[in-house]
């Protein structure tokens, strides 16, 4: 594909991405710290944008620059987030969460298309004592927190913070059309888990119990 017509489809992509309110000069000039004449010339092709600038736009509005060049059409662009033993860490993987929603439902046309094995994570956080349980399990076990190891379930573990961060993430979620795609065994796993920590007395019967009762209340939302 010649270079101007590879430069009007990326254009044409940014503006279809772009927030309500914002013109697509606007978003070139600020991106590329160029002023609005420049940004025009750019826009109708007069002016070639070099790689770094192609770059800039790509990675500012997640578009894949392999997929504008033709590379793969059957690629797809996706990003990891690492996580260590830090609970602040836990709460940065929320916060990109959320940031991702937000810039998402910000666009025009968006859908989210949702595989798992589990109960998706966004049904967690819709029961306090569901999204504690999936926490705990976390921090003991997935990133295994000092101050986890050895520590029992309570359903109050959970951080103000992090619940307050969840609920915002649930908000923007059910702003977005969406796809989920289950399987049969996503709540099987739970419950084998629950009844794993009751074997070794990580967690009390009781504790179980409250979250049975979120897993039965959020069964009518599955």
Known sequence: MPEKQLQEHLFQR???????????????????????????????????????????????????????????????????????????DFKMYLLSILNELEQLHSYRQKNIIYITNNIPFFYQLCFPPVFAFFYFSWMKNTVQHPEFLQKKFSPDCLPVEIESIAKNILSCYNKIPSTEIWNTESVNGVLVQIGYYLQTGVIAKPDAAIIYDGLRKAKHVF
């Open 14 to 88: 940014i503006k279809e991405a772009l927030p309500p309110g914002k013109t697509l000069v606007e978003s070139i000039s600020e991106l590329l710290h160029v002023s609005s004449d420049s940004a025009y010339r750019r826009i109708r092709g007069e002016t070639l944008l070099v790689l770094e600038e192609a770059k800039v736009l790509c990675e500012a509005y997640t578009i894949s620059l392999d997929q504008l060049l033709g590379i793969s059409s059957r690629s797809v662009m996706f990003e990891n987030v690492e996580i260590n033993s830090s609970q602040n």
